[in-house]
């Protein structure tokens, strides 16, 4: 791994603060402002050169070194990480938009362990009623544990049934039981993953996966159960996931289990309210609260009336943390550091160098413009979920997000724009893309719709409020979540080009007459839909 000597030292000496990392950073400002007096129409240009791969790899460097341990949420290196975020705002001009007059949105965590022995989960279905022990039948995979009995509807959903009919399943409110086969190969597994992320996004109070693993794999998740984790706290407690053996349910249960496994067509059962039900009862231990952090700037927009409204751009600065963490994430030799270059420190340093470019001066765009690094989004899109619940700005005068997510590698020459089918900011792209043909970057439809990325990243959070969102991804790699993931794979140059389109795109939303429009049968889908509003 690529250690920073000069970060290290600044660390040393001052462990939350980055006045040597602003230090660092600030070489480029004089150059431009000894440009300042150039004619005010090559301002946008101007202020597109200074997104460099120079200045890529640099602040990716910072953000993805080893001493940031992997920024995981929360922890020290994630705390270094927001502070140079701010110093970086501050040092270009953006006004504080956090709290108490602060870069900094601050969200509440807790670390919580459930106790297996004391949770159960019973499933009714007419005569029959069985009990399953978390100590011994059932796993809590994640989700919130409910406050006191939680008791639900059921559905039960199973055979061939594909992502896309379980993602329009009418589920809101109830609970899913998703017979699945873990017996399978590789594509059989790859589709049940993809179902079950549909299941979750379609809206139920629990989703359980009703599993055929054999006691010897069900053992560990039982044991891993119980370790501590962290949680959020929302008020309302997230979807419940478990998966359950279905060994431990009555041979007739059973049987039928392995006739659903069997089918080739789908299978949706509802199931009558007054005979069948989900009754979940669990208990966990509260060990500790803390809290993590969101960094918020803003550049205030120079027309009289649409400065009041604001075009977001966003990137978690979060990452895995270390192999100990038990993410998945694997130690390979004496390389232990989860770094995430590409995940996420290439889109957090896309929106810096974003803020450095609408920072030059002569340059404002007629609407306000929110830089927001969020965090915990590997945990479950913690920050941005929070920052959504409560805006430091309206969210009613959100007029887009254009969020970027792992831009920092793959092809040299394309970058996947997720949702342009959803809002006629497709269409936008799709304009400013043509004219700027110098930038050999082609921005593209979703190429793995069935992956649902469009519900695994921060802008979703902003998309279910109603906010028409763009999501920029160059998809995963063999690094992804592992220590592999590191700045020297970076590919700075292509980045920049990214960076620079995005740049572009904002300048044209940021200064249009009218607000970006959602496709309506989008809008009825995601924003009305059951994880909207």
């Given at each position: ?129 069985a009990t399953l022990r978390f100590d011994r039948d059932a ?379 959602w496709n309506p049968e989008s809008y009825k889908e995601i ?7």
């Amino acid at each position: 791994m690529h250690r920073s000597t000069a970060l290290l030292l600044a660390l040393a000496a001052a462990p939350l603060a980055a006045g040597p990392l602003a230090a660092q950073a600030a070489a480029p400002a004089a150059p431009r402002a000894a440009k300042a007096a150039q004619p005010a129409a090559g301002v946008v240009a101007r202020a597109a050169a200074t997104i460099t791969e120079q200045d890529v790899r640099r602040r990716i460097g910072i953000i993805a070194d080893d001493s940031m341990q992997g920024r995981d949420t929360p922890s020290r290196g994630l705390d270094l990480t927001a502070q140079y975020l701010a110093d970086e705002y501050k040092r270009l001009g953006l006004k504080p938009a956090g709290e108490n007059g602060t870069y900094f949105q601050r969200y509440p965590i807790t670390m919580r362990a459930l106790v297996p022995e004391q949770s159960t989960l019973t499933i009714v279905h007419g005569a029959m009623r069985a009990t399953l022990r978390f100590d011994r039948d059932a796993v809590f995979q994640r989700g919130g544990v409910p406050e006191g009995a939680l008791t639900l509807p059921l559905v039960v959903v199973g055979g061939g049934i594909t992502p896309e009919a379980a993602a329009k399943l009418p589920l809101d409110g109830k609970a899913v039981v998703y017979v699945a086969d873990y017996q399978g190969d590789a594509a059989a597994s790859q589709r049940r993953t993809q179902v079950m992320r549909a299941l979750a996004a379609a809206g139920p109070k629990a989703l359980v996966l009703m599993g055929n693993r054999d006691s010897t794999a069900f053992a560990p998740l039982l044991r891993m159960q119980a370790r501590p984790r962290t949680v959020i706290d929302l008020g309302e407690p997230p979807r419940l996931v478990v998966e359950a053996r279905d060994a431990a349910m009555p041979a007739e249960a059973r049987a039928h289990f392995a006739k659903i496994r069997a089918m080739s067509e789908p299978l949706v059962e509802v199931l009558p309210a007054d005979s069948a039900r989900l009754e979940v009862r669990m208990q966990e231990a509260v060990q500790s609260s803390t809290t993590a952090p969101n960094v918020v700037a803003v550049l205030e927009g120079s027309d009289p009336k649409l400065k009041h409204e604001y075009v977001v751009l966003s990137a978690h600065m979060d990452h895995v943390g270390t192999a100990a963490g038990g993410h998945g994430c694997a130690a390979k030799g004496a390389d232990s550091i989860c770094n995430g270059a590409d995940d996420d420190a290439s889109g957090t340093v896309g929106v810096v160098e974003l803020a450095e470019a609408f920072a030059t001066k002569g340059l404002r765009t007629k609407r306000s413009l929110l830089f927001l690094n969020v965090s915990g989004e590997e945990k479950g899109l913690w920050g941005s979920r929070y920052f959504s619940e409560h805006p430091t700005v309206p969210l009613k005068d959100v007029v887009a997000d254009l969020n970027m997510d792992m831009i920092g590698r793959n092809w040299p020459d394309t970058i996947v724009a997720i949702g342009k089918e959803h809002s006629d900011l497709g269409a936008t792209l799709n304009r400013v893309n043509a004219a700027h043909p110098e930038l050999g970057m082609t921005a593209i439809d979703d190429k793995w719709p069935e992956e649902r990325f469009y519900f695994r990243s921060d802008h979703y959070n902003f998309a279910r409020k109603g906010v028409p969102i763009l999501f920029f991804f160059n998809g995963v790699h063999p690094d992804y979540h592992q220590v592999g993931d590191s700045p020297d794979k970076i590919d700075a140059e292509k980045e920049a080009r990214i960076v620079k389109l995005v740049f572009y795109l904002t300048h044209d939303i940021a200064n249009a007459p009218a607000r970006p429009q959602w496709n309506p049968e989008s809008y009825k889908e995601i924003a009305e839909g059951p994880g909207g509003r």
